[in-house]
């Protein structure tokens, strides 16, 4: 259990993220990009500031840039894949399915209002979104969004986030002034990485605020709002008939 605490920090901390990324390797870099937009268990897990950095250490010397890119945007690629098929195959009951240690419903949730705003789109969009990054696939799969579409969104969505990540890492890491202070640069990344989730908790607490102040005043509730209940619990919605109407 300590070993996975250790672990856990390891990503979080800029001198022991580029340890792990040092002694992991390609393996361990493929691991947790596959992770993280294929598996549940990966929403934890730092995507931009794990490629940034990645980029900055094959700046140094210790990576080739293009196998690292080429292999993490496979991985990308097919870890979305991954999360489209458990969506498709499992269906709704992924929305009823109980919190665990490795499963957060709410960020399920935030994953189907962000795709149910943005639409396909959201596939491309979610990759520099975190915990979306993880879900919006299986959000779609569950859509039934038809699988060429969706694959075009993925693949396009995966090489464009990893080599614009990845190479944002590589050209800093070339200039002096950020390799003496790597550890302030990722700690900047890590925290533009969590700005969306800090942005979007801040934009929710506003629009419940007012859905309770006009609750009390006796307004009705924003039309928007019905619908989205309509698209979640609705009899016979399959939770994402209505992407197809969303551009």
Request: proline share 5%; aromatic share 14%.
């Given at each position: 259990?300590?070993?996975?605490?250790?672990?856990?920090?390891?990503?979080?901390?800029?001198?022991?993220?580029?340890?792990?990324?040092?002694?992991?390797?390609?393996?361990?870099?493929?691991?947790?990009?596959?992770?993280?937009?294929?598996?549940?268990?990966?929403?934890?897990?730092?995507?931009?500031?794990?490629?940034?950095?990645?980029?900055?250490?094959?700046?140094?010397?210790?990576?080739?840039?293009?196998?690292?890119?080429?292999?993490?945007?496979?991985?990308?690629?097919?870890?979305?894949?991954?999360?489209?098929?458990?969506?498709?195959?499992?269906?709704?009951?992924?929305?009823?399915?109980?919190?665990?240690?490795?499963?957060?419903?709410?960020?399920?949730?935030?994953?189907?209002?962000?795709?149910?705003?943005h639409g396909g789109k959201a596939i491309f969009l979610a990759r520099f979104v975190p915990f979306a990054r993880t879900f919006a696939p299986v959000v779609a799969g569950i859509a039934q969004m038809s699988y060429p579409r969706f694959a075009a969104y993925n693949i396009f969505g995966g090489i464009f986030w990893v080599c614009t990540m990845v190479a944002a890492g590589f050209f800093l890491g070339n200039i002096p002034l950020v390799r003496h202070h790597l550890e302030k640069v990722i700690l900047l990344i890590i925290f533009v990485s969590v700005l969306p989730i800090i942005v979007e908790y801040w934009r929710n607490r506003m629009k419940a605020s007012r859905e309770s102040r006009d609750l009390e005043a006796g307004e009705p509730l924003p039309a928007t709002h019905k619908r989205d209940s309509l698209v979640t619990n609705g009899p016979g919605n399959p939770a994402g008939k209505n992407e197809e109407s969303i551009p």
């Amino acid at each position: 259990m300590g070993s996975v605490i250790e672990f856990l920090q390891s990503l979080y901390q800029p001198d022991k993220l580029i340890q792990l990324i040092r002694s992991g390797g390609y393996v361990v870099l493929a691991v947790i990009v596959f992770a993280e937009t294929g598996l549940f268990v990966g929403f934890f897990l730092p995507g931009d500031s794990l490629l940034f950095t990645a980029g900055l250490v094959a700046s140094q010397g210790f990576f080739k840039v293009q196998y690292l890119m080429v292999l993490l945007s496979i991985m990308a690629v097919v870890g979305d894949a991954v999360g489209f098929s458990i969506g498709y195959r499992t269906g709704l009951v992924l929305y009823e399915k109980e919190d665990s240690l490795l499963f957060k419903r709410k960020h399920l949730l935030y994953a189907k209002e962000f795709y149910d705003r943005h639409g396909g789109k959201a596939i491309f969009l979610a990759r520099f979104v975190p915990f979306a990054r993880t879900f919006a696939p299986v959000v779609a799969g569950i859509a039934q969004m038809s699988y060429p579409r969706f694959a075009a969104y993925n693949i396009f969505g995966g090489i464009f986030w990893v080599c614009t990540m990845v190479a944002a890492g590589f050209f800093l890491g070339n200039i002096p002034l950020v390799r003496h202070h790597l550890e302030k640069v990722i700690l900047l990344i890590i925290f533009v990485s969590v700005l969306p989730i800090i942005v979007e908790y801040w934009r929710n607490r506003m629009k419940a605020s007012r859905e309770s102040r006009d609750l009390e005043a006796g307004e009705p509730l924003p039309a928007t709002h019905k619908r989205d209940s309509l698209v979640t619990n609705g009899p016979g919605n399959p939770a994402g008939k209505n992407e197809e109407s969303i551009p």
